[in-house]
Protein backbone atom coordinates (compact mmCIF):
# COMPACT_ATOMS: atom_id res chain seq x y z
CA UNK A 1 0.00 0.00 0.00
CA UNK A 2 0.99 3.71 -0.57
CA UNK A 3 -0.66 7.09 0.07
CA UNK A 4 0.86 10.83 -0.16
CA UNK A 5 -0.09 13.27 2.47
CA UNK A 6 0.57 17.08 1.73
CA UNK A 7 -0.59 19.43 5.24
CA UNK A 8 -2.59 22.08 4.27
CA UNK A 9 -4.68 23.26 1.31
CA UNK A 10 -2.98 26.51 0.55
CA UNK A 11 0.26 28.35 0.94
CA UNK A 12 0.71 32.30 0.07
CA UNK A 13 4.27 33.73 0.08
CA UNK A 14 5.89 36.86 -1.03
CA UNK A 15 7.68 37.46 -4.42
CA UNK A 16 11.39 36.67 -3.96
CA UNK A 17 10.46 34.74 -0.36
CA UNK A 18 11.17 31.02 0.47
CA UNK A 19 8.85 28.64 -0.97
CA UNK A 20 8.39 25.59 0.93
CA UNK A 21 5.69 22.66 -0.06
CA UNK A 22 5.56 19.57 2.27
CA UNK A 23 5.16 15.98 1.36
CA UNK A 24 5.32 12.91 3.72
CA UNK A 25 4.77 9.39 2.16
CA UNK A 26 4.03 5.90 2.61
CA UNK A 27 5.21 2.74 0.54
CA UNK A 28 5.79 -0.64 1.54
CA UNK A 29 8.38 -0.68 -1.00
CA UNK A 30 11.44 2.09 -1.92
CA UNK A 31 9.68 4.65 -3.64
CA UNK A 32 9.43 6.41 -6.31
CA UNK A 33 8.21 9.86 -6.14
CA UNK A 34 7.11 12.65 -8.06
CA UNK A 35 5.77 16.76 -8.07
CA UNK A 36 4.34 17.77 -10.56
CA UNK A 37 2.58 21.37 -10.92
CA UNK A 38 -0.64 21.95 -12.25
CA UNK A 39 -1.13 25.66 -13.53
CA UNK A 40 -4.88 27.20 -14.08
CA UNK A 41 -7.01 24.88 -16.76
CA UNK A 42 -3.76 23.01 -17.59
CA UNK A 43 -2.67 19.50 -17.35
CA UNK A 44 0.21 18.01 -15.55
CA UNK A 45 3.66 19.08 -15.80
CA UNK A 46 6.15 16.66 -13.80
CA UNK A 47 8.52 19.61 -12.06
CA UNK A 48 10.97 16.76 -10.88
CA UNK A 49 11.67 12.60 -9.40
CA UNK A 50 13.57 11.01 -6.85
CA UNK A 51 14.31 7.63 -7.89
CA UNK A 52 16.97 6.58 -5.46
CA UNK A 53 19.79 7.77 -7.53
CA UNK A 54 20.39 10.99 -4.96
CA UNK A 55 18.82 12.16 -2.37
CA UNK A 56 18.26 15.79 -3.44
CA UNK A 57 16.53 16.48 -6.52
CA UNK A 58 17.02 19.62 -9.03
CA UNK A 59 14.45 19.98 -10.69
CA UNK A 60 12.59 22.30 -13.74
CA UNK A 61 12.12 26.48 -12.91
CA UNK A 62 14.43 26.39 -9.61
CA UNK A 63 12.95 23.90 -7.62
CA UNK A 64 14.29 21.20 -5.93
CA UNK A 65 13.33 18.27 -3.19
CA UNK A 66 15.14 16.16 -0.91
CA UNK A 67 14.44 12.33 -0.03
CA UNK A 68 14.52 11.85 3.58
CA UNK A 69 13.99 7.93 4.58
CA UNK A 70 14.04 8.34 8.18
CA UNK A 71 11.20 10.78 8.32
CA UNK A 72 9.32 9.27 5.01
CA UNK A 73 9.47 12.80 3.07
CA UNK A 74 10.03 14.49 -0.20
CA UNK A 75 9.47 18.15 0.80
CA UNK A 76 9.38 20.78 -2.43
CA UNK A 77 11.13 24.31 -2.18
CA UNK A 78 12.50 26.51 -4.12
CA UNK A 79 14.87 29.93 -2.80
CA UNK A 80 12.77 32.51 -4.41
CA UNK A 81 9.35 32.67 -5.31
CA UNK A 82 8.40 34.48 -8.99
CA UNK A 83 4.97 35.22 -9.39
CA UNK A 84 4.63 32.52 -12.04
CA UNK A 85 5.20 29.94 -9.44
CA UNK A 86 1.57 30.08 -9.09
CA UNK A 87 -0.14 26.92 -9.21
CA UNK A 88 -1.53 23.71 -7.97
CA UNK A 89 1.47 21.05 -6.74
CA UNK A 90 0.94 17.80 -6.08
CA UNK A 91 3.19 15.21 -4.74
CA UNK A 92 2.65 11.48 -5.51
CA UNK A 93 4.33 7.86 -5.11
CA UNK A 94 4.41 4.87 -7.59
CA UNK A 95 7.24 1.47 -7.71
CA UNK A 96 8.49 -0.48 -10.38
CA UNK A 97 6.12 -2.83 -12.28
CA UNK A 98 3.19 -3.30 -14.38
CA UNK A 99 0.58 -2.61 -11.52
CA UNK A 100 2.14 0.09 -10.53
CA UNK A 101 0.19 3.45 -10.68
CA UNK A 102 0.81 7.10 -8.86
CA UNK A 103 -0.83 7.87 -5.96
CA UNK A 104 -1.23 12.02 -5.38
CA UNK A 105 -1.60 13.97 -2.26
CA UNK A 106 -4.44 16.19 -2.33
CA UNK A 107 -2.35 19.08 -3.26
CA UNK A 108 -1.33 22.60 -2.26
CA UNK A 109 -1.94 26.15 -3.99
CA UNK A 110 0.79 28.30 -4.00
CA UNK A 111 -0.25 32.04 -4.12
CA UNK A 112 2.45 34.93 -4.76
CA UNK A 113 1.89 37.82 -3.07
CA UNK A 114 3.58 40.87 -5.41
CA UNK B 1 4.50 16.51 -31.64
CA UNK B 2 1.95 16.18 -28.68
CA UNK B 3 3.23 13.23 -26.71
CA UNK B 4 0.09 12.19 -25.26
CA UNK B 5 -2.85 13.89 -26.68
CA UNK B 6 -6.61 13.60 -25.41
CA UNK B 7 -9.70 14.88 -27.55
CA UNK B 8 -12.73 16.27 -26.90
CA UNK B 9 -10.84 19.43 -25.16
CA UNK B 10 -14.16 20.32 -23.41
CA UNK B 11 -17.65 17.95 -23.47
CA UNK B 12 -20.81 19.05 -22.02
CA UNK B 13 -23.83 16.68 -22.23
CA UNK B 14 -26.96 15.43 -20.78
CA UNK B 15 -27.21 12.94 -17.69
CA UNK B 16 -28.49 10.10 -19.20
CA UNK B 17 -26.25 10.31 -22.27
CA UNK B 18 -23.27 8.19 -23.58
CA UNK B 19 -19.94 9.93 -24.49
CA UNK B 20 -16.38 8.42 -25.10
CA UNK B 21 -13.12 10.11 -24.31
CA UNK B 22 -10.19 9.21 -26.83
CA UNK B 23 -6.16 9.38 -26.00
CA UNK B 24 -3.31 8.57 -27.98
CA UNK B 25 0.32 8.58 -27.42
CA UNK B 26 3.50 8.41 -29.67
CA UNK B 27 5.97 7.95 -27.28
CA UNK B 28 6.01 4.12 -27.63
CA UNK B 29 5.14 3.58 -24.51
CA UNK B 30 3.28 -0.02 -23.32
CA UNK B 31 1.23 0.97 -20.26
CA UNK B 32 -1.56 3.73 -20.49
CA UNK B 33 -3.59 5.18 -17.55
CA UNK B 34 -6.84 7.00 -16.67
CA UNK B 35 -7.11 9.41 -13.91
CA UNK B 36 -10.01 11.31 -12.80
CA UNK B 37 -9.78 15.25 -11.08
CA UNK B 38 -12.49 15.85 -8.92
CA UNK B 39 -13.68 19.53 -8.45
CA UNK B 40 -11.82 19.48 -5.39
CA UNK B 41 -8.73 18.79 -7.54
CA UNK B 42 -8.31 15.24 -5.83
CA UNK B 43 -6.32 13.08 -8.37
CA UNK B 44 -7.25 9.34 -8.54
CA UNK B 45 -6.49 6.38 -10.79
CA UNK B 46 -9.03 4.85 -12.55
CA UNK B 47 -7.56 2.12 -14.61
CA UNK B 48 -4.59 1.10 -16.25
CA UNK B 49 -3.46 -1.11 -19.62
CA UNK B 50 -0.20 -2.50 -20.38
CA UNK B 51 0.22 -3.93 -23.88
CA UNK B 52 -3.40 -3.80 -24.22
CA UNK B 53 -4.50 -5.77 -21.06
CA UNK B 54 -6.27 -4.23 -17.98
CA UNK B 55 -3.85 -3.83 -15.08
CA UNK B 56 -5.40 -1.93 -12.97
CA UNK B 57 -9.68 -1.05 -12.09
CA UNK B 58 -9.70 0.95 -9.12
CA UNK B 59 -13.48 -0.15 -8.30
CA UNK B 60 -14.82 2.05 -10.98
CA UNK B 61 -18.42 1.65 -11.60
CA UNK B 62 -19.15 -0.41 -14.87
CA UNK B 63 -20.66 2.13 -16.23
CA UNK B 64 -17.23 3.41 -16.99
CA UNK B 65 -15.46 1.14 -19.85
CA UNK B 66 -11.99 1.43 -21.08
CA UNK B 67 -11.02 -0.15 -24.52
CA UNK B 68 -7.39 -0.49 -25.67
CA UNK B 69 -7.41 -1.14 -29.43
CA UNK B 70 -3.72 -1.15 -29.83
CA UNK B 71 -0.97 0.09 -27.39
CA UNK B 72 -0.70 3.68 -28.58
CA UNK B 73 -4.68 4.44 -27.84
CA UNK B 74 -7.10 4.12 -24.66
CA UNK B 75 -10.19 5.18 -24.87
CA UNK B 76 -12.89 5.92 -22.21
CA UNK B 77 -16.21 5.28 -22.62
CA UNK B 78 -19.32 5.99 -20.32
CA UNK B 79 -22.34 5.11 -20.23
CA UNK B 80 -25.46 6.38 -18.92
CA UNK B 81 -23.55 9.60 -17.63
CA UNK B 82 -24.16 11.21 -13.85
CA UNK B 83 -23.98 14.51 -12.25
CA UNK B 84 -21.13 12.62 -10.27
CA UNK B 85 -19.06 12.07 -13.34
CA UNK B 86 -18.34 16.20 -14.05
CA UNK B 87 -14.62 16.00 -13.14
CA UNK B 88 -11.66 16.02 -15.90
CA UNK B 89 -9.91 13.14 -16.96
CA UNK B 90 -6.42 13.08 -17.39
CA UNK B 91 -4.51 10.55 -19.80
CA UNK B 92 -1.08 9.08 -19.08
CA UNK B 93 1.44 6.21 -20.54
CA UNK B 94 4.68 5.26 -19.58
CA UNK B 95 7.04 2.30 -19.70
CA UNK B 96 7.29 0.17 -16.84
CA UNK B 97 10.32 -1.41 -17.73
CA UNK B 98 12.13 2.35 -17.32
CA UNK B 99 14.25 3.42 -14.45
CA UNK B 100 11.27 4.98 -12.78
CA UNK B 101 8.11 4.23 -14.67
CA UNK B 102 7.88 8.03 -15.11
CA UNK B 103 4.15 8.81 -16.36
CA UNK B 104 3.50 11.64 -18.84
CA UNK B 105 -0.09 13.04 -18.61
CA UNK B 106 -2.37 14.50 -21.93
CA UNK B 107 -3.64 17.32 -21.04
CA UNK B 108 -7.16 16.36 -19.96
CA UNK B 109 -10.48 16.58 -21.25
CA UNK B 110 -13.12 18.60 -18.93
CA UNK B 111 -16.53 16.81 -18.80
CA UNK B 112 -19.59 18.78 -17.19
CA UNK B 113 -22.64 16.78 -16.79
CA UNK B 114 -26.07 18.50 -16.77
Known amino acids: AQSVTQLGSHVSVSEGALVLLRCNYS??????LFWYVQYPNQGLQLLLK??????LVKGINGFEAEFKKSETSFHLTKPSAHMSDAAEYFC????????????FGKGITLSVRP | DTAVSQTPKYLVTQMGNDKSIKCEQN?????MYWYKQDSKKFLKIMFS???????INETVPNRFSPKSPDKAHLNLHINSLELGDSAVYFC?????????????FGPGTRLTVL
Open chain 2, 92 to 104: ASSQVDSDYNEQF
Open chain 1, 27 to 32: SSVPPY
Open chain 1, 50 to 55: YTSAAT
Open chain 2, 27 to 31: LGHDT
Open chain 1, 92 to 103: AVSRAGANSKLT
Open chain 2, 49 to 55: YNNKELI
